[in-house]
């Protein structure tokens, strides 16, 4: 599976949007980008995942850039709630993929 | 989604003993589910995967006689700890997969502390 690279952490305030960038420039055309969040002390969250195409659900957004070189994982409105590591992964989708596996995450902190 | 429980969510052993986690899928049949360990402040290292009635796959560097996994069952695969040591206290998380669609869901995990 493709490698990504995240930044380490990251603030942002609540109520306001968090923009999650992920960059993946070596994914392969079958390759499905995949967030997940861990909340601590729990098992890891499904949020969302995407081929190409922008990709939206009750939790978050997803914008894959046009090239699918990176990725960024819009959270529209943070709550303290959604404090969390959050992990941005490719893999190859669909029952044919096999492991997920995690690098080391953004650390998102929302403040009041 | 899909709902993943894992059992115990904390147990606490004395040095050389056993510890069974149970992993169980609760509203779909895993096919795959895999293991994973995680240290404080360190993301989650996979440990093995296995496939219901096989063998399960280890990842390198974990030895598959200490870690014994056992995936009889579409809805229960099972990890026990042998001879325990303080240095295996972890958080243990499994997560299973479904046939219908490839998507991962995962236990709410279990943290050992071994003593």
């Known amino acids: 599976d493709a490698k990504t690279t995240q930044p380490t952490s990251m603030d942002c305030a609540e109520g306001r949007a968090a923009n999650l960038p992920c960059n993946h420039s070596?994914?392969?055309?079958?390759?499905?980008v995949y967030w997940y969040r861990q909340i601590h002390s729990q098992g890891p969250q499904y949020i969302i995942h995407?081929?190409?195409n922008n990709e939206t659900n009750e939790m978050a957004s997803l914008i894959i850039t046009e090239d699918r070189k990176s990725s960024t994982l819009i959270l529209p409105h943070a709550t303290l709630r959604d404090t969390a590591v959050y992990y941005c992964?490719?893999?190859?989708?669909?029952?044919?993929?096999?492991?997920?596996?995690f690098g080391g995450g953004t650390r998102v902190l929302v403040k009041p | 989604g899909a709902v993943v429980s894992q059992h115990p969510s904390w147990v606490i052993c004395k040095s050389g003993t056993s510890v069974k986690i149970e992993c169980r899928s609760l509203?779909?049949?895993?096919?795959?589910m895999f293991w994973y360990r995680q240290f404080p402040k360190q993301s989650l290292m996979l440990m093995a995967t296995?496939?219901?009635?096989?063998?399960?796959?280890?990842e390198q560097g974990v030895e598959k006689d200490k870690f014994l996994i056992n995936h009889a069952s579409l809805t229960l695969s099972t990890l026990t700890v042998t001879s325990a040591h303080p240095e295996d206290s972890s958080f243990y998380i499994c997560?299973?997969?479904?046939?219908?669609?490839?998507?991962?869901?995962f236990g709410q995990g279990t943290r050992l502390t071994v003593v």
């Open positions: 997560s299973a997969r479904g046939s219908l669609n490839g998507e991962a869901f």
């Open positions: 070596t994914i392969s055309g079958n390759e499905y």
């Open positions: 995407g081929l190409k």
């Open positions: 992964i490719v893999r190859v989708g669909g029952a044919a993929g096999n492991k997920l596996t």
């Open positions: 509203d779909f049949q895993a096919t795959t």
């Open positions: 296995s496939n219901e009635g096989s063998k399960a796959t280890y």
